[in-house]
């Protein structure tokens, strides 16, 4: 099956978050079991240095309200995959990929360019698969612009919600870029809202695990579009998220300090724990759990519990913690104050920095996600890869991935709470340092249980490929 997949970031080219990595894995596993999928992202200034390997396909003007530019289309081959780079130096070669004041102008400009790619391209797509805000206008555009030429009557398209918080809202003048008369299918409170306009557009729509999906249709977690979801319920689809096995093995990963397997798992956690923790001139014990965290610092990663929780921790048990991400400055600079309080206990790096990470999931034996609302999640599955444990809350794809440790009956993958409470929270923290520290055996049946949890990418491709047949079968 012919598939363009339209996404504002991929990695390693362009990364903010989840739907980079998604971006990358998901086309190559799609790939690998029959389909052709090519993938376009905008040209940022980060694509400079592989322009000597890129090839030429064309150029489009794009009209958009009173305006036009024009656009250059790269394509870059790494044998079955394929990425069109959409090239235009004044929307796209800014210093960051979001945040400005023309951001409804910016992806707009995407978007039109990705449906003007199709009189491009050799093979029509069947499906074009839009993901988030920036690329959620394309179903519209197709139906109001594009139906009537040969090459597009077919096209089908699929929306994929990785994160409804962010659903690029503007100001009703934004309404001039679609290029017809006013239309309340792109309004929502008064506003332009570019997800809400794809929500009601697309063939179908899916979110990124089975869990979220419903949460979504709900006032709590639907941030004002549960309404518009519940409307396409029976188009609504949730698919669990998955990672590359050959990018986070153990075994091989070329980032960390020892390489190991579940045969020598606790030397190998032990030393890359010790060098890691020796960098910021922490010295650990094979007795010390190392506790990590690895993500955005924002209130949706569930950092507030984190600060009223993380202080009694360190004075009261004998974990070390090392900690990752920038964001917010209250909690980087919260971060920073627990590394200049507790300089012996705790690490902070203050950025992102991929091959650190690979360090940490390798070096650590708990792993923080607290989140007020996650619609997967990549972190949790990682840890697992690596035998690291992780702390979750029961929401979204969370709640999919981990299975809550039962002291009972010795089953489980990781610790899990719901109630967003400091108290339980902490409580879960102990639980598992003190499994860690005093019953080493069911420590390791944990960890071994983790380790067999499969969330590698065949299974997301599949169930992606089922999910295409059923558009294209409009069944």
């Not at 971006?23 to 940022?44: C, D, E, M, R």
């Not at 034996?365 to 607290?370: E, G, K, R, S």
């Not at 990682?382 to 992780?390: A, D, E, F, V």
């Not at 299975?403 to 010795?410: A, D, G, R």
């Given at each position: 099956?012919?598939?363009?997949?339209?996404?504002?970031?991929?990695?390693?080219f362009?990364?903010?978050?989840?739907?980079?990595?998604?971006?990358?894995?998901?086309?190559?596993?799609?790939?690998?079991?029959?389909?052709?999928?090519?993938?376009?992202?905008?040209?940022?200034?980060?694509i400079?240095?592989?322009?000597?390997?890129?090839?030429?396909?064309?150029?489009?003007?794009?009209?958009?309200?009173?305006?036009?530019?024009?656009?250059?289309?790269?394509?870059?081959?790494d044998?079955?995959n394929?990425?069109?780079?959409?090239?235009?130096?004044?929307?796209?070669?800014?210093d960051?990929?979001?945040?400005?004041?023309d951001d409804?102008?910016?992806?707009?400009?995407?978007?039109y360019?990705?449906?003007?790619?199709?009189?491009?391209?050799?093979?029509?797509?069947?499906?074009?698969?839009?993901?988030?805000?920036?690329?959620?206008?394309?179903?519209?555009?197709?139906?109001?612009?594009?139906?009537?030429?040969?090459?597009?009557?077919?096209?089908?398209?699929?929306?994929?919600?990785?994160?409804?918080?962010?659903?690029?809202?503007?100001?009703?003048?934004?309404?001039?870029?679609?290029?017809?008369?006013?239309?309340?299918?792109?309004?929502?409170?008064?506003?332009v809202?570019?997800?809400?306009?794809?929500?009601?557009?697309?063939?179908?729509?899916n979110?990124?695990?089975?869990?979220?999906?419903?949460?979504?249709?709900?006032?709590?977690?639907?941030?004002?579009?549960?309404?518009?979801?519940?409307?396409?319920?029976?188009?609504?689809?949730?698919?669990?998220?998955?990672?590359?096995?050959?990018?986070?093995?153990?075994?091989?990963?070329?980032?960390?300090?020892?390489?190991y397997?579940?045969?020598?798992?606790?030397?190998?956690?032990?030393?890359?724990?010790?060098?890691?923790?020796?960098?910021?001139?922490?010295?650990?014990?094979?007795?010390?759990?190392?506790?990590?965290?690895i993500?955005?610092l924002?209130?949706?990663?569930?950092?507030?519990?984190?600060?009223?929780?993380?202080?009694?921790?360190?004075?009261?048990?004998?974990?070390?913690?090392?900690?990752?991400g920038?964001?917010?400055?209250?909690?980087q600079?919260?971060?920073q104050?627990?590394?200049?309080?507790?300089?012996?206990?705790?690490?902070?790096?203050?950025?992102?920095?991929e091959?650190?990470a690979?360090?940490?999931?390798?070096?650590s034996?708990?792993?923080?996600?607290?989140s007020?609302?996650?619609p997967?999640?990549?972190?949790q599955?990682?840890?697992?890869?690596?035998?690291?444990?992780?702390?979750?809350?029961?929401?979204?794809?969370?709640?999919?991935?981990v299975?809550?440790?039962?002291?009972?009956?010795?089953t489980?993958?990781?610790?899990?709470?719901?109630?967003?409470?400091?108290?339980?929270?902490?409580?879960?923290?102990?639980?598992?340092?003190?499994?860690?520290?005093?019953?080493?055996?069911?420590?390791s049946?944990?960890?071994?249980?983790?380790?067999?949890?499969?969330?590698?990418?065949?299974?997301?491709?599949?169930?992606?490929?089922?999910?295409?047949?059923?558009?294209?079968?409009?069944?």
């Open positions: 099956m012919n598939v363009l997949f339209a996404s504002s970031e991929v990695f390693p362009s990364k903010t978050g989840g739907l980079a990595d998604i971006a990358s894995f998901l086309p190559k596993a799609l790939n690998k079991i029959g389909h052709n999928v090519i993938t376009v992202t905008p040209y940022y200034p980060s400079a240095k592989y322009h000597n390997d890129l090839v030429y396909l064309g150029t489009k003007t794009i009209y958009f309200g009173l305006d036009n530019t024009k656009v250059n289309y790269y394509e870059l081959s044998g079955d394929k990425i069109i780079f959409v090239q235009n130096q004044h929307y796209f070669e800014r960051f990929f979001y945040g400005y004041e409804d102008i910016r992806f707009m400009v995407f978007s360019a990705v449906l003007e790619l199709v009189d491009i391209l050799k093979d029509i797509p069947q499906i074009i698969h839009v993901n988030d805000w920036q690329s959620a206008t394309i179903p519209f555009l197709l139906d109001r612009h594009y139906r009537y030429r040969e090459k597009y009557q077919y096209i089908h398209t699929l929306l994929t919600i990785h994160n409804l918080q962010y659903q690029g809202s503007f100001g009703l003048n934004s309404s001039r870029l679609f290029n017809v008369e006013f239309d309340y299918t792109y309004v929502h409170f008064n506003s809202n570019y997800l809400k306009t794809g929500i009601e557009t697309a063939t179908k729509i979110t990124v695990s089975p869990n979220y999906r419903n949460e979504i249709m709900t006032e709590q977690f639907g941030f004002t579009l549960d309404g518009a979801l519940r409307k396409r319920e029976s188009d609504l689809s949730g698919i669990l998220n998955g990672i590359d096995l050959e990018v986070f093995d153990p075994e091989k990963d070329p980032s960390i300090i020892k390489n397997t579940s045969r020598n798992l606790k030397l190998g956690k032990f030393t890359n724990k010790k060098e890691l923790m020796k960098n910021f001139d922490i010295k650990v014990t094979k007795e010390q759990p190392l506790i990590s965290y993500g955005r924002a209130v949706q990663k569930g950092i507030n519990l984190m600060k009223e929780v993380l202080e009694d921790v360190i004075n009261n048990s004998n974990a070390v913690f090392m900690f990752l920038s964001g917010d400055e209250e909690y600079n919260y971060f104050y627990l590394r200049n309080k507790y300089p012996a206990k705790v690490a902070y790096y203050q950025g992102y920095n091959d650190l690979h360090k940490i999931y390798a070096a034996d708990i792993f923080l996600m607290p007020e609302f996650e997967c999640g990549l972190g599955m990682i840890s697992m890869r690596y035998g690291t444990i992780p702390i979750v809350r029961e929401v979204g794809g969370l709640k999919d991935s299975v809550p440790y039962n002291k009972y009956n010795n489980g993958t990781g610790f899990s709470f719901y109630d967003q409470n400091k108290d339980v929270f902490k409580d879960k923290i102990f639980e598992a340092i003190n499994l860690f520290n005093n019953e080493p055996r069911k420590w049946e944990l960890i071994r249980r983790a380790l067999n949890e499969n969330f590698g990418l065949e299974r997301m491709a599949k169930e992606y490929s089922n999910l295409y047949k059923k558009i294209i079968g409009g069944k």
